[in-house]
């Protein structure tokens, strides 16, 4: 035998020696020592170690272009391994701790770039202990408590750069008081919950100045007060008073109440509109920027013309001309009226 044939005899040898060594099962049928397994085009899928018929040691998985996407290091055979996920990059994107298929203890999500995008708890797969989640620039940017998939217990979370919000969660709902604060660390809004609902008193602010001063009972609104300022001074006035407002100057505006008395006031449409709320009032005429409440809207007639007029109560000593979205709206409106007699 020349020396070509025997290097050959001697690799097939190591091949077919290689070969029976992996993909075994013993006499019961248990998977053991080395596996790999591939797809239909020999691309590999898997390859790890068992020892009857568990996972044992390190377990790869495979991407179909080779590179490594989950790696699980086993503590316990086929049972509790630490686990790392990876894009096709080989970025880390993931790293936890399995027990029996279920996530178990802290698990840690990344973004591509390494960042740190979330710290959480879990307790057999279901989310138990504390969640962090952070911004792009390494800031916290929520933190949550959490008891049998639930947020349970205090929970607060960044609102833009420096603003943030709070309440304490029971089973998954707010449960007292809620606070917000803006950038400038000032108090912009605050409520009371009960089982999940508003419930009570809940306010808004704008530079520390109260704005909004709702009431609720069980989740329904009993009340809305807002703040006009007019000449004489600061008044809070219920939405349920406010027939329609219209601008009076570039920054000024005009509020007519339900009982036709007319405010004078310093806001702008654009400001009172963002306090009334968009569920009880809407914009009648876009161009002219009047804002008309739902309840004062009695339909449409026309004028002299022809043309289609908003009708009001109480009536507006100058016509308003809906364009088409209001005029979708007033017979949306009235269509659920009919629809409730």
């Known amino acids: 035998m020349n020396i070509k044939s025997l290097i050959l005899a001697v690799t097939c040898i190591a091949f077919l020696g290689s070969a029976v060594a992996q993909n075994q099962v013993d006499k019961q049928g248990r998977k053991r020592g080395h596996w790999i397994r591939t797809d239909k085009d020999g691309s590999k899928i898997w390859e790890g170690n068992f020892r ?166 069980d989740g329904v609104l009993s009340d809305r007060k807002v703040l006009l300022t007019t000449k004489s001074g600061k008044e809070y006035v219920s939405v349920f008073a406010i027939a329609y407002f219209y601008p009076r100057a570039s920054t000024r505006s005009s509020v007519t109440k339900m009982d036709g008395k007319v405010l004078a006031c310093e806001e702008t449409v654009e400001d009172i509109y963002s306090r009334v709320g968009m569920d009880q009032f809407i914009t009648a005429d876009r161009k002219n920027r009047i804002v008309a409440a739902k309840s004062c809207i009695q339909g449409f007639t026309k004028d002299s013309e022809g043309r289609d007029i908003l009708k009001l109560d109480p009536v507006p000593a100058f016509s308003i001309f809906p364009d088409e979205e209001c005029m979708k709206m007033v017979k949306s409106l009235q269509r659920v009226d009919e629809l409730d007699q």
């Open 52 to 217: 009857i018929g568990l996972e044992v040691d390190t377990f790869n998985y495979f991407y179909p272009n080779g590179t490594l996407r989950i790696r699980n290091v086993y503590t316990t055979p086929g049972k509790i391994c630490n686990h790392e996920a990876y894009d096709e990059q080989g970025h880390l994107l993931a790293q936890g701790r399995y027990n029996q298929k279920n996530r178990d203890g802290e698990w840690k999500i990344f973004h591509e770039t390494g960042r740190l995008v979330k710290i959480a708890h879990y307790k057999m797969g279901v989310r138990d202990g504390q969640e962090v989640i952070f911004t792009s620039a390494g800031d916290t940017a929520e933190v949550s408590n959490w008891t049998d998939n639930h947020r349970n217990g205090r929970w607060w979370k960044r609102v833009g750069k420096n603003g943030s919000i709070s309440a304490t969660y029971v089973k998954g709902v707010i449960e007292g008081r809620m606070v917000e604060y803006d950038e400038e660390g000032k108090l912009c809004r605050e409520g009371n919950y009960k089982h999940g609902e508003k419930d009570g008193a809940y306010r808004f602010y704008e530079g520390g100045v109260l704005t909004v001063d709702e009431n609720w009972t």
